[in-house]
T-cell receptor, first 112, second 117 residues
Framework: EDQVTQSPEALRLQEGESSSLNCSYT??????LFWYRQDPGKGPEFLFT???AGEEKEKERLKATLTKKESFLHITAPKPEDSATYLC?????????????FGSGTQLTVLP | EAQVTQNPRYLITVTGKKLTVTCSQN?????MSWYRQDPGLGLRQIYY???????DKGDVPEGYKVSRKEKRNFPLILESPSPNQTSLYFC????????????????FGEGSRLTVL
């Protein structure tokens, strides 16, 4: 069964305190791993796609990396505006690659 | 502006009273999908549509119906709502594969918060 597990569930950081969020997955024949950001009361917003182990993507203070079993979202010198819930998702191993299984998310709070 | 529009954004209804949540996208996307989001359970797919007149069940389709008569619209129908359908609902859309690979880029609406009493 396809599974996506994110940890920690919640993370509080001081502004400037770097950290990493984890997304571990079990799926046959990974066709990509996707990261989204969700602000309170809003729909998720796409951040990155990673296709193969060793791949990295960066956007401002965020860097996503991928291994054969997990992905990390590294946050360098975060700011309060980085506070959000971060979701990772993988396509179902069967069916369309756009049918995504989402993790439960990591709620990040960055304190000024 | 490219967007996915859902209506209503908030709704309180009673058990058994049929309701429809509309979803419209202006990006000419083939793929559309409905998710519900519940605390501790994350986003779960209800139904999806690969194109006009093509729909299929997701993880939690019980109690829901959908139709795709036009490319831009994908309404979610609750024929007889029950309290366990109280949730935050999201519609999402996506374009075709990019150079043979799926980017995973779903465009989400702002969400519809439904309460069934």
């Amino acid at each position: 069964e396809d599974q996506v597990t994110q940890s920690p569930e919640a993370l509080r950081l001081q502004e400037g305190e770097s950290s990493s969020l984890n997304c571990s997955y079990t799926v046959s024949g990974l066709r990509g791993l996707f990261w989204y950001r969700q602000d309170p009361g809003k729909g998720p917003e796409f951040l990155f796609t990673l296709y193969s182990a060793g791949e990295e993507k960066e956007k401002e203070r965020l860097k996503a990396t991928l291994t054969k079993k997990e992905s990390f979202l590294h946050i360098t010198a975060p700011k309060p505006e980085d506070s959000a819930t971060y979701l990772c998702a993988v396509p179902f191993s069967s069916g369309s690659a756009r049918q995504l299984t989402f993790g439960s998310g990591t709620q990040l709070t960055v304190l000024p | 502006e490219a967007q996915v529009t859902q209506n209503p954004r908030y709704l309180i209804t009673v058990t058994g009273k049929k309701l429809t949540v509309t979803c419209s996208q202006n990006m000419n996307h083939e793929y559309m999908s409905w998710y519900r989001q519940d605390p501790g359970l994350g986003l779960r797919q209800i139904y999806y549509s690969m194109n006009v007149e093509v729909t299929d069940k997701g993880d939690v389709p019980e109690g829901y119906k959908v139709s795709r008569k036009e490319k831009r619209n994908f309404p979610l129908i609750l024929e007889s709502p029950s309290p366990n359908q109280t949730s935050l609902y999201f519609c999402a859309s996506s374009s075709r594969l990019d150079r043979g690979r799926d980017t995973g880029e779903l465009f989400f609406g702002e969400g519809s918060r439904l309460t069934v009493l």
